[in-house]
DNA sequence: GTCTACACGTGAAAC
DNA sequence: TGTTTCACGTGTAGA
């Protein structure tokens, strides 16, 4: 890649005169006298507009711009994608731990329990509790883990299977339901409590 | 910017042999006949060095380029800056979305009522649902905007208000809490379940 | 052969 | 002033 002349060196032909056009651009001839440009001076004159258009594009896109140097637009700009990857890895994992925190679930942020949580954790598919209000009447709260149609499921069940409902609430946090329900007891069935609870998790289990 | 020549020109001394070094390179003299490289040769080396060296460090930072050129190598770096910077604002979107539905409520995910935006929808503070159970037990439903302590104001208000807490479960969902509660009622006391009702009002009023 | 891309040395302009 | 940056035309090597 050394510049080590050759035969064509010294056959400038300089102080042309020149009217029109590029006046006292260089020559160059044969060794008749035809005159004639350098066969790829357009051509390189094209690379070098195409090199400098792309640099100001380069620059353009680059926020900071120290220098309008051709060396510092090339080097901020390193710096901006350097910045730019950053970037896009700082918000890749933002998302990331938003996504898991908010699909582990949303209720983590309370002080208070996450049904869903508790009972993916415990690994238990529903969850249920029977107190005894009265002779006859139990206060029942299930939490299960929501599905389609599974409230109406459950009502349905539960019916069928006797329960007379005095009241209910239900509502959803999350992925659980919780059903919160007055039932009509059996007066007189001993350790009914228990009874109902488990005919209340075969009836959850069977949805 | 045109080239237009000078009274330099035409006084190159071509075709010198040169045993050591540059052999071959073209030297310029003054008038005197005094040899000189040019003044800015190695300053200029030294640019094009510089340059040369960012693309290359700028082609290391882009992972697709479709050719070595100097132009496309900028051109895929333009490119490949145009797509971190969407990359950016697409997951700048991604993140400030998930963090507007994980702070407005995550229920807004079921279908089913979410208590805290019903509650700033309708504009009360609170929603308390009471229905009797059995002649002196009450089954009470208390729905407020959740704040720091605020369950455990509600607890002691109630128990200085007199009542009887028999069994009281609590759940948060979002900015809301959910308390319900079965507590003992005045036996005999006529209308006792909308007394009931506004009393707790007042006391959630107070919180 | 042509065509492309590059590095080179250089003059001039800018600071 | 001198230093730096740039565009230019050119020679040349590789497809």
């Known amino acids: 890649m050394e510049y080590v002349g050759s035969a064509l060196d010294g056959l400038f032909i300089t102080k042309e005169g020149n009217s029109k056009g590029r006046v006292g651009r260089r020559r160059y001839s044969n060794d008749d006298g035809t005159e004639y ?8 004159r094209r690379r070098r507009q195409k090199l400098s258009d792309r640099l100001l594009a380069l620059r353009a896109l680059v926020p900071i711009i120290t220098n ?17 990857q950053n970037n896009v890895k700082v918000l890749q994992g933002l998302l990331y731990e938003m996504e898991a925190s908010s699909e582990e679930g949303t209720l983590s942020r309370s002080e208070e329990i996450d049904p869903a949580e508790e009972m993916r954790k415990s690994g238990i598919q529903a ?30 069940a539960m019916t069928a299977c006797g329960f007379e409902l005095i009241d209910t609430s239900v509502t959803t946090s ?14 007189g069935e001993i350790n009914e409590v228990q009874r109902t609870k488990e005919l209340l998790l075969q009836i959850i289990n069977g949805i």
Do not use: P
């Open 127 to 156: 969850e249920v509790e029977v107190t005894q209000i009265d002779g006859n009447k139990l206060w029942i709260k299930i939490i299960f883990e929501k599905t389609r149609g599974g409230f109406t499921r459950l009502m349905e």
């Open 37 to 44: 440009k350098s066969k790829n001076l357009h051509a390189e």
């Open 68 to 84: 309008m140097n051709k060396a510092t637009i090339i080097e901020d700009a390193i710096s901006y994608i350097e910045e730019l």
């Open 174 to 187: 999350k992925g659980a339901m919780l059903v919160s329900s007055c039932v009509k007891g059996i007066h």
